[in-house]
């Protein structure tokens, strides 16, 4: 599987390299849950990647789970369109509860591919609009893919309140495998950054999933992004969740990298 999205990385992003432009603000869409409508310049190549940890208690005893490491590979190929890559390691350990026995899988989970689409660019408070389209392949750990193509679409908005202040909201549909069950499930978020200097921000965030016949699950989170180049940024994100469904917790960290600078 590494070697195959490789391959993809190589064949994709390397012609690119010939017609690179001036790179633009970075922007990226981790370690939030809403994701950014701004596609990347044209002509680069953008690797978002990190780790994230989460952890559920139920009556069957604890559940931890590790994406170690998490992989966004963004390819500019169009002033407003940009293809994706994305593939997650993903480790499951359940500790069960006394006289139960404890389980681990490890495998790959969310190999997906897609695109971005620029609708409207906005300005000040009228939002920017893009379509963000994905389709995660029935490919990686039996445990963790669907069983056969599961698509995705989001409606991705941002809005600038101010120089410092910017809102980011997605609205979104999936069919996505959640444990032995293969359903759809609506998606949203909301976050709000705060630019404290030119090489941090901060952000909060509330989002979640409806599965259908399921209940709903909301969590809250806050994190700062900084900036360390042009081109190259850490993160850092802690969440809780807000009902039983959602996990008791998760945190994670990151960075983002693009080609050229």
Known sequence: MKKILMLMVWLLGTPL?????????LNTDRPTRAQS?????????????????????????DQKEYLDPTTLIRIGILKKMELRLNADLKKERTEALAGAES??????????????????????AIPQVSFLGN???????????????????????SSALSDKVELQ????????RDHEEYRGEALYAV?????????????AEIAGQKPHLGKAEHLADMG???????NLQLDVIGALGLNEEAPDY??????????PR
């Open 17 to 25: 390299f010939l017609f690179a432009q001036e790179s633009e603000e």
């Open 37 to 61: 409508p701004a596609v990347i310049p044209r002509g680069t190549l953008q690797i978002e990647t990190g780790f994230e940890f989460q952890k559920k208690h139920s009556e069957a005893g």
């Open 103 to 124: 389980k681990n899988k490890l495998g790959f989970n969310d190999v997906m591919v897609g695109a971005k689409v620029q609708l409207y660019e906005g300005k000040g």
């Open 135 to 157: 389709v995660t392949l029935p490919v990686g750990d039996k445990e963790f893919r669907p069983p056969h193509a599961a698509p995705e679409g989001r409606l991705l908005f």
């Open 169 to 176: 909201y997605n609205l979104g549909y999936r069919k996505h």
């Open 191 to 203: 976050t709000g950054d705060l630019k404290l200097t030119d090489k941090l921000t901060y952000f």
């Open 224 to 230: 700062f992004l900084f900036k360390l180049l042009p």
């Open 250 to 259: 998760f945190a994670g960290g990151g960075i983002t990298w693009r080609i």
